[in-house]
Structure formats: structure tokens, C-alpha cells
């Protein structure tokens, strides 16, 4: 049964980092392409970053270039969202999810999603 399960939210102050992790199961991570997708209150659902299935190709909505970066290692079946510099508007919950395309306007063709960690960037 393909599985996803995020890891690795929590509460930090503005200026600091975290490190999200996407570990998946049940398909080889080499064949799919992971999104991270945040939503936070009362606001849609929006995509902040994502890679592509094989060569590596990533994306990064303009908010958070330059301080996020997403990585994959095939061998752990692990992605990461490294996120450093936070601040307040990052602030969500955090969902990583599986399809066959790096798209961050388009949540509608990644059929799967894990169940999202909490992302709190607060002083």
C-alpha cells in the first residue's frame, strides 16, 4: 500500500530551521515525483516546493527560494524539505505527496498525500 508519513514540524522561532521529512513506502521513490504542499488557516492549500522523479529537477514557489530546499535520497525512500530562515508567513501544516510530476500549481495530480506536520514559526 503506498504510504507517505511527514516528520520533523514543530515550533521555532523567526530566523530559525527545520528539517521536514517525507518517508515513503510501498512504491520505489525513484519512480514518482514528491511535492511539499503547506496550508495554513484559513488559507488554500498552496505549493511550496518539489522534485522530480529522475533527474533531480526541482521547483520552489518565489516565497521560498533561496531558503528551502528539497532533496531526495532514493536509497532511504526519504525526502526533505530543509527550511532555514523561517519566518511567521511560514507557518502551516505541512504535507508532502506522490505524483507523476513536479507541479506546484496543480495539488489535484498527486494522488497521494501523507497527513501533514505542524510548522510553527512564532517568537
Known amino acids: 500500500q503506498l504510504q507517505l508519513v511527514e516528520s520533523g514540524g514543530g515550533l521555532v522561532q523567526p530566523g530559525g530551521s527545520l528539517r521536514l521529512s517525507c518517508a515513503v513506502s510501498g512504491f520505489t521513490l525513484g519512480s514518482v515525483a514528491i511535492g511539499w504542499f503547506r496550508q495554513a488557516p484559513g488559507k488554500e492549500r498552496e505549493g511550496a516546493s518539489c522534485i522530480n522523479r529522475s533527474s533531480g529537477f526541482t521547483n520552489y514557489r518565489d516565497s521560498v527560494k533561496g531558503r528551502f530546499t528539497i532533496s531526495r535520497d532514493n536509497a532511504k525512500n526519504v525526502v526533505y524539505l530543509q527550511m532555514n530562515s523561517l519566518k511567521p508567513e511560514d507557518t502551516g501544516v505541512y504535507y508532502c505527496?506522490?505524483?507523476?510530476?513536479?507541479?506546484?500549481?496543480?495539488?489535484?495530480?498527486?494522488?497521494?498525500w501523507g497527513q501533514g506536520t505542524q510548522v510553527t514559526v512564532s517568537s
Open positions: 505527496a506522490a505524483g507523476p510530476l513536479c507541479r506546484l500549481v496543480n495539488s489535484g495530480q498527486y494522488p497521494y
